[in-house]
């Protein structure tokens, strides 16, 4: 899949483009499925699975993959309140200039929060 480009788009007839708007598919199914509601389908699991390597989600269920949702609301969560932290102890700079162990904290949040993806 090295040149198809995520995230993908339903433009409708079940057609699927890519990021570059090329034809990526198009959905055709038997007359007794909508096949409108299946290519939205698949758009949406494969932008949900961006950057996730293809062999990793054949070797796993669909339960791993709940796993990854709560993982990143987790993560959110954590972000929230790394962010909040951070707020509070930067309050602390011109009062405390010399504290090696609240510069240290600060840095720490700092990194944290560049490194998450929200």
């Keep these: 899949m090295s040149d198809i480009y995520e995230p993908w788009k339903h433009v409708g007839q079940g ?3 890519d990021a570059h708007g090329n034809d990526v598919a198009c959905v055709y199914l038997r007359e007794s499925f909508e096949n ?4 939205r389908r698949v758009v949406a699991c494969v932008n949900a699975c961006e950057g996730i390597m293809t ?3 054949e070797k796993f269920s669909a339960t791993t993959f709940n796993d990854f949702k709560r993982m990143k609301e ?3 969560e954590l972000l929230t309140i790394v962010k909040g932290f951070h707020r509070k102890l930067e309050t602390y700079r011109n009062v405390y200039s010399g504290d090696k162990e609240l510069r240290r904290l600060l840095d720490e ?3 944290a929060i560049a490194k998450a993806k929200p």
């Design 15 to 17: 057609d699927i483009i």
């Design 36 to 39: 409108e509601d299946v290519a």
């Design 55 to 57: 062999e990793y989600m």
């Design 74 to 76: 987790q993560r959110d």
């Design 109 to 111: 949040c700092e990194a």
